[in-house]
Structure formats: structure tokens, C-alpha cells
């Protein structure tokens, strides 16, 4: 494993050098260093993986990404939205209060929803714990003294390290007993299998059930690899998530005709009701859609992306040479005056069909880059 601190660095952010690193061939480039350690705390997941194995992975957990399946989902995020929303009106009237406890508790509620294994205590456990790990994977990324493991796991924070990976290790291991137990039930039952063949439906597959019926797709998974995956989603999902939600709150308080927009788009697609959003109703509020777009745009959940070169690659003219860590800091790309024009000006409205400049794989929305990251 290359260390950053004795190896040559380029940090690029033209699109088009970019996207020869992004879409190179798998062969070319390898995942750096910070990836290693952020694979010791979530396990080889897809964000960490590479090669043919990170192919085998892809290709069979893309669809769970896709809009159709997605959709299996949006009931579970209404509801908790809904629970959301009465504990935020409770602090109506504060001066001040801490958006992201909120934030970090419906986003645990709503990733591991499919299982019902945590109470109380365990949620703020694993808030606890999420919390901890993403501070513990900067701590360490800044001090390259400590990219060592034999000293890392010598230290106060290499033991507290530890005992993350291990209640990670737990937790994605009674999600996975808990999701087997309740297939076996659903197996045994036949119940939604036949009310989905009587409603002309069939019931589409949660990111658990492609990981624990892979062999039904031809891809043979262990159990540390369907593990890994769990304990890369959670994290993955935790941390990405809550920036975005926190940085949104921070924009419609900022801006407050946008916040109006806003309010205004979501009053019109439901016609004033108090019922449970659907995904029509998603589909129609493309205001919302331009505004979460631009905070990503602004404040990028996965602010760095980095590559090792393994084979000597052309980039803009010039040769790359063989071990080089290459560099993508993806909120710079977004704030390049050549792609977006007055880039600091929070304008949802760059990202209307009739003014979009923007080149897809860039997108930190997108859950390719997020995947890929």
C-alpha cells in the first residue's frame, strides 16, 4: 500500500483529465491509500474494492440503486419524515438547537429499517459509534506519523479504532441473521410471494435480499464480503447523508425566497394535504430536486476522490507516470468558474435543462461517484 507522504501527488480538476482517471480501465489506476484505512473501520465494501471482485459487487447491488427499486423505500422515508418533522416543531421557539441529532437518529431508523434489531439504547449506540468513526478516519488521514498500523493500533484512538470495527462487525452480522430469519419466515409463509402474483406484481428486492440470495443472481459471496457491504452502506449512507441534510438547512435558512420556492413547489404537488409523499410526488417537485443538486454542488458530501496510477496514462498532453496518487477534490472541480458560471452563487436554477453545463460523472449526487468515491 502506496504511503502519500513518500509518493508524488497531482491534483487535477479539468473534467476532462478527470474523467480519463474515473472512467480509466480497472487495470489502470488503483484505490489510494485513504481508502485502506477507511476499509480497516467499514470493511471491503464497493467503496473500497477493486478490480474484478469490485465488477462482481457492482453488477449485482446496481439495481438496488435504481429508481424502480427505490421506490420500494419511499414509504419507509415518508414515515420517518413525518416523525422527523413533529420532533423538529417541538423546537419551535429556541434560540438555537443541533439540527444533526435529529438527523443522525431517522437516518439510522431508516438503514436499518428492514430489520428491526435496534432499541433505544442500541440506535444511540450506533450513533455514537458513526460519529466516532468518521472522526477517528480524519484524525488519521491528517497524520501521516500514524499511516503505520503497527504504531496506529498502539495508540488511544487505534484502540477505540477497534472496538468500532468489532461493533461494526456485530452489527452487520445480526442484520444479516435478522434479514435471514425473516426471508426464511416470507419462504415458509409464501404469503408475499402469492399476494404479488394475485396483484400482478412482483416484490422487489431490498439491498439485503440481493446480498443474501446472490447465488440466485450467480455470484458467490462469503460472509465476511455480504458483512463488508453492510457495514460499507451504513457508514457510507450515515455520513453522506447527514452533510447534505445539515448543509440544506443551512441554505433554505440563508435563502429565504428559495426556502418559499420550495414550500411553495411541495404546497402544489400536494395540494395543501397532510398525506405521506409518494414518488410522483418526488418526480414533480423539481425545484427541490435543483436545490439539493446545487447544495451538493456547493458543500460535496465526498469532498476528495484519489486514485494511484498503476500503468503510465496521457493526461492533458502530458504522460502520468506509474505510481503517481492523483488527486480529485471534487469541491473544487464544483466551483470551477469554466464549468459554472459565477460558481460561489447559490443558484438552483444552473441546473434547468436549458442552462445545464454539467458533465454527469462529476455530479456528486450521483450514487456511481459515491459508489466509485
Known amino acids: 500500500m502506496d504511503r502519500p507522504c513518500t509518493v508524488p501527488m497531482l491534483f487535477l480538476r479539468d473534467p476532462r483529465d478527470i474523467e480519463i482517471i474515473l472512467r480509466s480501465e480497472i487495470r489502470n489506476v488503483k484505490k489510494s491509500f485513504p481508502y485502506y484505512i477507511l476499509g480497516q473501520l467499514m470493511g471491503d465494501g464497493l467503496t473500497i474494492l477493486e478490480g474484478n471482485k469490485w465488477e462482481v459487487h457492482r453488477k449485482l447491488l446496481d439495481p438496488a440503486f435504481h429508481l424502480k427499486f427505490l421506490e420500494n423505500s419511499v414509504k419507509i422515508f415518508a414515515r420517518e419524515s413525518e416523525i422527523l418533522i413533529q420532533k423538529l416543531e417541538k423546537e419551535i421557539g429556541q434560540q438555537s438547537f443541533d439540527v444533526k441529532t435529529y438527523f443522525n437518529r431517522v437516518i439510522v431508523n431508516i438503514v436499518t429499517k428492514d430489520v428491526t434489531i435496534l432499541d433505544e439504547e442500541g440506535v444511540n449506540e450506533c450513533i455514537e459509534k458513526l460519529q466516532q468513526a468518521h472522526k477517528l478516519f480524519m484524525l488519521r488521514a491528517m497524520s501521516p506519523w500514524l499511516y503505520p498500523d503497527f504504531i496506529y493500533w498502539r495508540t488511544s484512538n487505534g484502540r477505540k479504532s477497534k472496538e468500532i470495527i468489532e461493533f461494526s462487525k456485530k452489527l452487520a452480522q445480526d442484520i444479516s441473521n435478522c434479514k435471514r ?36 443472481y450467480g455470484v458467490q459471496l462469503s460472509e465476511k464480503d455480504i458483512n463488508n ?62 436545490v439539493i443538486k446545487e447544495v451538493q454542488r456547493l458543500h460535496s458530501p465526498v469532498p476528495l476522490l484519489s486514485r494511484t496510477i498503476t500503468k503510465d496514462l ?15 477534490p471534487t469541491c473544487q472541480v464544483h466551483k470551477n468558474p ?25 455530479t456528486s449526487h450521483s450514487v456511481q461517484d459515491l459508489e466509485a468515491a
Not at 415458509?188 to 406484481?201: D, P
Not at 496521457?314 to 480529485?328: A, D, F, L
Not at 469554466?338 to 462529476?362: A, G, T
Open 229 to 290: 457491504e453492510i457495514r460499507t452502506f451504513i457508514v457510507a449512507a450515515f455520513d453522506t447523508v447527514n452533510v447534505t441534510l445539515c448543509w440544506l438547512m443551512q441554505v433554505l435558512g440563508n435563502h429565504l425566497e428559495i426556502q418559499d420556492k420550495v414550500y411553495e413547489e411541495i404546497e402544489n404537488v400536494l395540494h395543501g394535504s397532510n398525506r405521506l409523499i409518494t414518488m410522483k410526488d418526488l418526480n414533480e417537485m423539481n425545484y427541490l430536486e435543483r
Open 338 to 362: 469554466e464549468i459554472y458560471q459565477n460558481p460561489e452563487k447559490f443558484d438552483p436554477d444552473r441546473f434547468l435543462q436549458s442552462q445545464k453545463v454539467i458533465i454527469s460523472m462529476l
Open 181 to 216: 430469519e425473516k426471508l426464511a419466515r416470507e419462504k415458509k409463509s409464501r404469503t408475499a410471494n402469492v399476494e404479488g402474483e394475485l396483484l400482478g406484481k412482483k416484490k422487489m428486492p431490498t439491498f439485503l435480499d440481493l446480498l443474501l440470495n446472490a447465488t440466485d
Open 314 to 328: 496521457e493526461i492533458g498532453g502530458h504522460t502520468v507516470p506509474e505510481g503517481m496518487i492523483i488527486n480529485i
